[in-house]
């Protein structure tokens, strides 16, 4: 017997079919997100940093020292992952995890006191700069947080917390009106 | 309980993204080592009041094994090493 896989987005429930108004302060779902996690093979690490550092469109998220998460909003999970497998060869582990996790993006005006009320660590870019990551609980849940503009974040969550974050960030943003839809 | 620890990875984080995972003056002895030797390195350890060497892992961070000097007593930090650095010290 053949058995049918529908790809289902775990927020599919939580974000009304008919787009509401948009706010200033967005929580904007990617639908589509090619994730890989690059795991640098033992004593690895700076070659493997150099590799990643040339790749031009896909987004470098450092995760720990000799592992990053790549994200691509144009490559398919498979090419992303087939790509860096081949480009990085012996000196790196290549998984993807595109279905196992979800992407978040907060944008706005006031999304640093949005995000304050969640994630303990100093988010001025002074010390958070665009294009930096890293892997931090907001409220309970593990996030990979990375600021992607000057107002602009992503946070990638496990799959199956992400009705939790969602939620958790609903109610954080609601000082601000926040507004959330799918994109993509 | 030491409310900021400084990850040498990741920064000043909160204590609620590690785990405390013992002990870190302990050495594991040899596998032929006497029964004694092993009831003491797996079940005995002392209760400093005082400086004591741990192992804590970032477990909602970089997820790696530190090796946090701190004071029990006045919860003061002293210094956090990678653990792997510590081991390759140690000659382990």
């Known amino acids: 017997m053949t058995k049918t896989y529908i790809s289902r987005h775990p927020l ?13 302060d967005h929580l904007e779902v990617p639908r589509r997100q090619a994730i890989v ?3 640098a093979a033992d004593g690895e690490d700076t070659a493997v940093a150099a590799v990643l ?3 031009s469109e896909p987004s470098l998220r450092c995760v720990g020292p000799g592992e990053w998460l790549v994200v691509s909003q144009s490559e398919t999970p498979e090419g992303l992952q087939r790509s860096l497998a081949l480009v990085l060869a012996e000196t790196a582990y290549v998984l993807d995890q595109s279905d196992g996790r979800i992407v978040l993006r907060l944008s706005g005006p006031n999304v640093r006191r949005i995000l304050a009320k969640g994630v303990a ?6 010390v958070f700069g665009l294009g930096a990551a890293s892997n931090l609980l907001c409220g309970h849940v593990n ?14 969550v496990m799959r199956s917390l992400a ?9 954080m943003g609601r000082e601000f009106d926040l507004s959330a839809d799918f994109s993509g | 309980m030491a409310s900021l620890i400084h990850c040498p990875h990741c920064g000043v984080r909160p204590s609620q993204e590690f785990s405390i995972r013992g002990d870190a003056s302990v050495v594991r002895p040899a596998p032929e080592a006497s029964d004694e030797a092993w009831h003491e390195y797996v079940h005995i350890r002392s209760n400093p009041h005082g400086r004591h060497r741990e192992h804590w892992q970032h477990v909602a961070g970089c997820r790696r094994g530190l090796v946090v000097e701190r004071d029990t007593f006045t919860h003061d930090v002293f210094s956090v ?8 010290e140690g000659g382990r």
């Open chain 1, 121 to 126: 660590i100093d988010l001025h870019p002074s």
């Open chain 2, 81 to 88: 090493t990678d653990g792997a650095a510590v081991a390759r």
């Open chain 1, 163 to 171: 009705e939790s974050l969602f939620d958790d960030l609903r109610l």
């Open chain 1, 53 to 55: 550092a040339t790749m």
């Open chain 1, 37 to 39: 996690t690059v795991m």
């Open chain 1, 12 to 24: 599919e429930g939580r974000i009304p079919l008919e787009p509401g108004i948009r706010a200033v």
């Open chain 1, 143 to 156: 996030v990979n947080l990375a600021r992607t503009g000057e107002n602009e974040f992503e946070l990638i």
